[in-house]
């Protein structure tokens, strides 16, 4: 059965992690000043609650072939400074828009490689933007193994970081090689232990299914490894091909790419173990042990998804600092440019570097909380009878067990859980509305 429901299901699909998603976004109806307006009036009626600050660290010394990221590749180092200088400039220019410094309840360093930079250039952007003190806010950054040093470890814990996401993927050589990244199982276990040793109270592993190469003997050594080590959060991401907007993925072919059936069975082979070694199954992708903060808000109904992916603690407002970046005030959304030159200029020029965004209408916001919850809480309920056309495109999922109606509840079936992104499908009006000419998305599995 489960065979079938992947050759049905498996097609290409959103990750949600915003609603719309950002091939539908009306850009031609956006413009800053739209954007400026609703994150004013946002701010003032949710201030008291804090903002999330994403900060986007592009530079990368070499091409990770599989990722799908905005990365900017250099061996120069000299680019840290300026780029440094214009994070400062944009939360500045962002604190005089909202007429003071907003309360920060989350920073997350994404990237990129976020340990590219020196530990006294991420000393001098963090302390340059958290005045107050850090001991409320939850931070967190993502860490090449390769180059995350102890410093980087000690010197943004002293700066209030606790968080810790390392890029595992695979240890298998032959998948390393085709990817172009490279760690040891020990490099990972030495920057886990220093860590813990540290402070750090949260270490996740990023890991990917259905990479060139991959094998079930070579993904189960590297799950063997994985969980030997004990990270808080492991994610176990669904490798999203797609070179027409990735070019580095071409580096090998589809021959290399494990499909259908084979790259399902890594995925159930993957989740099994991790299943077995203790993880809880939450959210789309995410695994956790019982005692991290993320299992225990899935728990209680308090997760929440964002641009920074799941987490524990909820906020209305995300602001984005960066090339590239997404910021996301509840009723509109605005995304920064995409390249290094055009985000610096406009930094230059005292300018904010919107280029592009959406602002929400009610319709949306009604489909984007259902997207929401059914993502964090595996479930959604209509305040009145559910719409007829929701019903009839739930019908096929409801046949095959992966979701069931009760009352004015639609809620996930435990297989369902492998198939959250097809389940969101039936939900987006701007997608049945308009089908996408060309390759929008990765496919779901």
Request: with cysteine; aromatic share 10%.
């Given at each position: 059965?489960?065979?079938?429901?992947?050759?049905?299901?498996?097609?290409?699909?959103?990750?949600?992690?915003?609603?719309?998603?950002?091939?539908?976004w009306e850009n031609d109806k956006f413009d800053q000043a739209k954007w400026f307006q609703a994150l004013s009036k946002s701010y003032h009626?949710?201030?008291?609650?804090?903002?999330?600050?994403?900060?986007?660290?592009?530079?990368?010394?070499?091409?990770?072939?599989?990722?799908?990221?905005?990365?900017?590749?250099?061996?120069?180092?000299?680019?840290?400074?300026?780029?440094?200088?214009?994070?400062?400039?944009?939360?500045?220019?962002?604190?005089?828009?909202?007429?003071?410094?907003?309360?920060?309840?989350?920073?997350?360093?994404?990237?990129?490689?976020?340990?590219?930079?020196?530990?006294?250039?991420?000393?001098?952007?963090?302390?340059?933007?958290?005045?107050?003190?850090?001991?409320?806010?939850?931070?967190?950054?993502?860490?090449?193994?390769?180059?995350?040093?102890?410093?980087?470890?000690?010197?943004?814990?002293?700066?209030?970081?606790?968080?810790?996401?390392?890029?595992?993927?695979?240890?298998?050589?032959?998948?390393?090689?085709?990817?172009?990244?490279?760690?040891?199982?020990?490099?990972?276990?030495?920057?886990?232990?220093?860590?813990?040793?540290?402070?750090?109270?949260?270490?996740?592993?990023?890991?990917?299914?259905?990479?060139?190469?991959?094998?079930?003997?070579?993904?189960?050594?590297?799950?063997?490894?994985?969980?030997?080590?004990?990270?808080?959060?492991?994610?176990?991401?669904?490798?999203?091909?797609?070179?027409?907007?990735?070019?580095?993925?071409?580096?090998?072919?589809?021959?290399?790419?494990?499909?259908?059936?084979?790259?399902?069975?890594?995925?159930?082979?993957?989740?099994?173990?991790?299943?077995?070694?203790?993880?809880?199954?939450?959210?789309?992708?995410?695994?956790?042990?019982?005692?991290?903060?993320?299992?225990?808000?899935?728990?209680?109904?308090?997760?929440?998804?964002?641009?920074?992916?799941?987490?524990?603690?909820?906020?209305?407002?995300?602001?984005?600092?960066?090339?590239?970046?997404?910021?996301?005030?509840?009723?509109?959304?605005?995304?920064?440019?995409?390249?290094?030159?055009?985000?610096?200029?406009?930094?230059?020029?005292?300018?904010?570097?919107?280029?592009?965004?959406?602002?929400?209408?009610?319709?949306?916001?009604?489909?984007?909380?259902?997207?929401?919850?059914?993502?964090?809480?595996?479930?959604?309920?209509?305040?009145?009878?559910?719409?007829?056309?929701?019903?009839?495109?739930?019908?096929?999922?409801?046949?095959?067990?992966?979701?069931?109606?009760?009352?004015?509840?639609?809620?996930?079936?435990?297989?369902?859980?492998?198939?959250?992104?097809?389940?969101?499908?039936?939900?987006?009006?701007?997608?049945?509305?308009?089908?996408?000419?060309?390759?929008?998305?990765?496919?779901?599995?």
């Amino acid at each position: 059965m489960e065979t079938a429901l992947l050759k049905k299901y498996n097609v290409a699909a959103p990750r949600y992690t915003s609603y719309p998603t950002v091939p539908y976004w009306e850009n031609d109806k956006f413009d800053q000043a739209k954007w400026f307006q609703a994150l004013s009036k946002s701010y003032h009626q949710n201030k008291g609650e804090g903002i999330s600050l994403y900060i986007h660290l592009p530079f990368c010394e070499s091409l990770c072939t599989y990722c799908g990221c905005n990365t900017r590749i250099t061996k120069n180092h000299a680019v840290e400074s300026p780029y440094i200088n214009a994070l400062i400039k944009e939360w500045e220019m962002y604190c005089q828009l909202l007429g003071e410094r907003p309360k920060l309840k989350e920073l997350h360093l994404g990237g990129g490689t976020p340990t590219f930079f020196s530990p006294a250039h991420l000393k001098q952007l963090i302390l340059s933007i958290v005045k107050e003190d850090a001991a409320d806010i939850e931070c967190s950054f993502e860490g090449h193994p390769d180059n995350t040093t102890l410093a980087h470890l000690q010197t943004l814990y002293q700066l209030g970081f606790k968080r810790v996401s390392l890029g595992i993927q695979d240890f298998d050589p032959k998948v390393q090689r085709l990817i172009n990244r490279f760690q040891t199982p020990m490099q990972v276990a030495t920057l886990t232990d220093q860590a813990r040793s540290i402070g750090y109270h949260s270490v996740n592993f990023d890991s990917t299914y259905g990479l060139p190469g991959q094998t079930i003997e070579g993904l189960a050594q590297t799950i063997t490894e994985v969980v030997q080590m004990l990270p808080d959060r492991i994610a176990f991401y669904s490798y999203a091909h797609v070179p027409w907007m990735k070019p580095g993925q071409r580096h090998y072919t589809e021959k290399d790419i494990p499909q259908g059936n084979e790259k399902f069975a890594l995925y159930q082979l993957g989740r099994a173990l991790l299943i077995d070694a203790g993880y809880e199954e939450i959210g789309m992708d995410h695994f956790a042990l019982k005692t991290d903060s993320l299992y225990q808000a899935s728990q209680k109904g308090q997760m929440h998804r964002n641009f920074m992916g799941y987490t524990h603690q909820h906020t209305q407002i995300l602001i984005g600092l960066g090339v590239s970046s997404i910021s996301d005030c509840g009723s509109a959304f605005a995304q920064n440019a995409k390249t290094v030159e055009g985000y610096s200029q406009q930094m230059a020029n005292h300018s904010f570097a919107i280029e592009k965004g959406h602002v929400l209408n009610e319709e949306d916001t009604v489909i984007g909380q259902h997207i929401l919850s059914l993502m964090c809480k595996n479930k959604t309920e209509f305040s009145h009878e559910i719409p007829s056309v929701i019903v009839e495109r739930l019908a096929p999922l409801i046949e095959d067990q992966l979701v069931k109606i009760v009352g004015k509840e639609v809620s996930v079936m435990p297989i369902g859980k492998s198939f959250l992104r097809n389940i969101c499908m039936a939900f987006d009006e701007r997608l049945w509305q308009k089908q996408p000419e060309t390759s929008l998305f990765s496919t779901a599995l």
